[in-house]
């Protein structure tokens, strides 16, 4: 008896596994999902990692990744009828990118999203970006240089470019679901667009020159409102919103010098905080901006082996930081009339009870809110000079 | 009977892993609920009126430290009424022990078997959970004493993980939410938590061998319970903020999830399950004591280990009936259980204690046998 339990002990163990399992050669890895919206279907395009390519022995002969399509009423069954075509099913575990064409995002993101926070298999790490002017399906469709696998190029992309430029937000699905629920601010999202020529970035072969024929890059930010794209920020505008909403990791400005040309800053830590006050029945805003940098690159004549010059860099820098913010709100307050910025939840969380009676009307008062900015602008270094090398040399 | 004792620590161990049990599962999304960015309040308040209640069963525990919650009740109330108020604690940690058994069920096949029947997974859950109660208290409580080891270990990997996701502003505004609204969902933690650990009376204080000691241990094993679940909350509204964290069914679980320490730690949220398993397991291995040895009491039986076997079928059975779907489950739950736990939990112990006053003098001239 003792021993007929030991045996089926030891058997248990080695002979263990899961209900449903399904080994690697049976899943289709899924980097990148693209949602199209078509005459009321959707068009769902997978990008799936053919793993015989992407190994380290075999493959390079064909394209590391393939996209699987398929139409349905619904995410969810457009996703299952894949199977129609793939051999495998799909597995979203690893996804890295989700893109939204431009139809789907003006009609709404907010039913197809349901799926993606449902369901098990999808995580909540990936980021969530629009094509503008496009489909996400072309978007999909393109080959990169650098990164074999275009999904993970354009993951590392937009991360590198949101740390070091801050003209683009990766937004994640679960960011993405807390701004669409939020009463106090609309979502944003980064755009994504193909360059260059528009056919044949499928093929393998436009990669075969230095400088490819078809590339995908980010653009900038995309404004929505409830669940709706309604328009694009610029460049100065999307670099305005993250500074806003303190997303800031570091960038380049250019400012003018006092006399002419211009000079970089290179900010190292860009700090705002957003407070929200209720005076008589009226909202406001503070911004309050802390900025610490260096000076990057001087290109006018101007001598800043004296502090005094780098005090003015810094009230030049500080000022231009206002107007961009300031600018940037009063465009979004007149065109979009969408309170990205997160103003009424500043308002909510520092007074939730005229929140309350606020909140019917948000979008009215949001256009007409007044928002007060104050910049901090803390210079450290110069970098290994000191004096450009145009500046003329002192005797 | 033979007897069986487990020391004060045994217990503490046990006490706090039933006190967080299942709140740390499903608790934050419960609290959050109702009382949005306000939960963590609503659970520190529980957690406080928690210690009084805790207070309640220690008073009602030491007036006769040799005998178990079913024995208690026939000395107080005579044999038949006595044997009635039994029966009924005795479904409430029946009814529990297959409410959890479908928690742990539900909560697998949610997030990481969902293509395994639950049937397997609480037949499974059920064995070891037989095996448990059959090798008897001082063995599990033995165990329990390892699995803390390990559910600290993680829940302070857990702590110092998510501590770079936290957003401070989530928080705000603090104390917004009304009075009621708070104090509705403190109700519901306070019995998930501290109410329903009447059934450590079954062991409390007749199978400890200091019971003055485990007095301290039952105060100090609910307030370390307590604050882990208030702990919890509070890192589910700091990360995920107050309308995810009502949103998720598992919210603890979407915490996890968002563990990434420099794209090297990440992913790691089925490890982190075992943190909730392990709680559960014990909470429910706890009601299941309950139950086999309470009906072996009423029922005057030498063993409690013969029906073991025949619960534990019962138990399988009413996990996978008792729900027909997830949101029944969380009906329940918010209504009917509470009022049969505040029923057994507090009104019982509360009727005990006003019989005991008109009947001490009696007590006393039997010199308490």
């Not at chain 1, 328009?231 to 006399?259: F, H, M």
Request: hydrophobic fraction near 45%.
């Amino acid at each position: 008896m003792k021993r007929g339990i030991f045996i089926l002990l030891i058997l248990s163990i080695i002979l263990t596994g899961c209900w449903n399992r399904r080994e690697l050669n049976e899943l289709a890895i899924t980097l990148a999902l693209g949602i199209d919206k078509s005459e009321d279907e959707y068009l769902i395009s997978a990008q799936v990692v053919v793993p015989g390519e992407v190994s380290l022995t075999g493959g390079k002969v064909g394209s590391p990744v393939t996209l699987v399509q398929a139409r349905g009423g619904t995410v969810y069954e457009a996703i299952r009828k894949m199977t129609k075509s793939s051999p495998r099913k799909i597995y979203p575990g690893h996804l890295r990118m989700l893109v939204l064409g431009e139809s789907v995002a003006e009609e709404g993101i907010g039913d197809p999203l349901d799926l993606i926070s449902r369901d098990w298999e999808f995580r909540s790490d990936f980021y969530v970006v629009v094509a503008k002017e496009d489909t996400a399906e072309h978007i999909l469709n393109i080959q990169t240089p650098l990164e074999n696998i275009p999904a993970n190029k354009m993951f590392n992309t937009l991360k590198v470019s949101e740390e070091n430029w801050s003209a683009t937000s990766g937004v994640t699905i679960d960011e993405l679901i807390v701004d669409l629920r939020s009463e106090g601010k609309e979502a944003v999202l980064t755009g994504i667009l193909a360059t260059g020529k528009q056919e044949g970035g499928s093929s393998k072969q436009s990669l075969e020159t230095i400088l490819s024929n078809i590339n995908i890059q980010y653009d900038d930010l995309a404004v929505f409102k409830d669940d709706k794209l309604v328009g694009w920020l610029t460049e100065n505008e999307s670099r305005a919103y993250n500074g806003i909403i303190n997303e800031v990791k570091s960038t380049v400005a250019a400012i003018s010098c006092p006399n002419e040309g211009k000079a970089n800053i290179e900010v190292l830590d860009f700090k705002s905080k957003l407070k929200g006050n209720v005076k008589n029945g009226n909202p406001e805003v503070d911004i309050n901006v802390k900025i610490v940098g260096n000076i990057g690159a001087i290109e006018c004549p101007i001598d800043i082996s004296k502090p005094e010059s780098i005090e003015a860099l810094e009230k030049i820098y500080e000022k231009e930081v206002e107007e961009t913010i300031n600018n940037s709100i009063t465009s979004v307050q007149e065109k979009y009339e969408a309170d990205i910025f997160g103003f009424g939840d500043a308002i909510y969380r520092s007074n939730p009870k005229e929140w309350e009676s606020l909140k019917n009307q948000w979008n009215q008062h949001f256009t007409e809110l007044p928002v007060t900015i104050k910049v901090d602008v803390k210079l450290r270094k110069t970098g290994t000079v000191n004096n450009s090398i145009t500046e003329p040399r002192k005797e | 009977m033979q007897k069986v004792k487990i020391n004060s620590y045994q217990f503490l161990v046990l006490v706090i892993l039933f006190s967080i049990g299942t709140s740390i599962l499903v608790g934050p999304s419960a609290l959050a609920a109702k009382s949005k960015q306000d939960a963590w309040i609503a659970a520190l308040i529980s957690t406080g009126i928690g210690l009084l209640i805790v207070w309640l069963f220690t008073k009602i525990g030491l007036w006769f430290p040799t005998l178990t919650f079913v024995q208690m009740n026939e000395t107080l109330f005579g044999k038949w009424i006595g044997k009635f108020f039994s029966c009924l604690f005795v479904f409430l940690n029946l009814l529990f022990t297959a409410i959890l058994l479908y928690y742990s069920g539900s909560f697998l096949t949610t997030h990481l078997i969902p293509n395994t029947p639950m049937a397997a997974t609480n037949i499974l859950m059920a064995l070891i959970l037989v095996m448990a109660v059959r090798l008897g208290l001082e063995t599990f409580a033995r165990s329990a004493e390892i699995f803390i080891v390990i559910f600290f270990s993680l829940f302070i990997l857990l702590v110092i993980f998510i501590s770079s996701e936290i957003k401070f502003e989530n928080i705000e505004p603090i104390f917004e939410r009304n009075i009621k609204d708070i104090a509705q969902s403190s109700l519901l933690m306070l019995v998930v938590t501290s109410v329903n650990a009447v059934s450590l009376l079954m062991i409390f204080p007749a199978l400890i061998n200091q019971p003055k000691q485990a007095k301290k241990s039952f105060f100090i094993g609910n307030l370390i319970g307590g604050l882990v679940v208030s702990i919890i909350t509070i890192l589910c509204i700091f990360v995920l903020g107050s309308d995810a964290t009502a949103r998720q069914i598992y919210p603890s679980y979407g915490l996890a999830k968002k563990i990434n320490v420099g794209n090297f730690v990440n992913r790691v949220e089925a490890l982190m399950a075992a943190l909730w398993i392990i709680g559960l397991y014990i909470k429910m291995v706890l009601y299941f004591y309950a139950t086999a040895l309470g009906i072996a009491q009423i029922c005057n039986l030498k063993e409690y280990r013969s029906l073991t076997y025949p619960l534990g079928i019962i138990v399988v059975v009413l996990s996978l009936t008792l729900f027909s779907n997830v949101m029944e489950q969380e009906q329940f739950d918010t209504t009917i259980a509470i009022y049969i736990s505040l029923l057994i939990g507090l009104l019982l112990p509360l009727l005990m204690v006003f019989v005991y006053a008109i009947r001490k003098k009696q007590f006393k001239k039997d010199g308490g046998s």
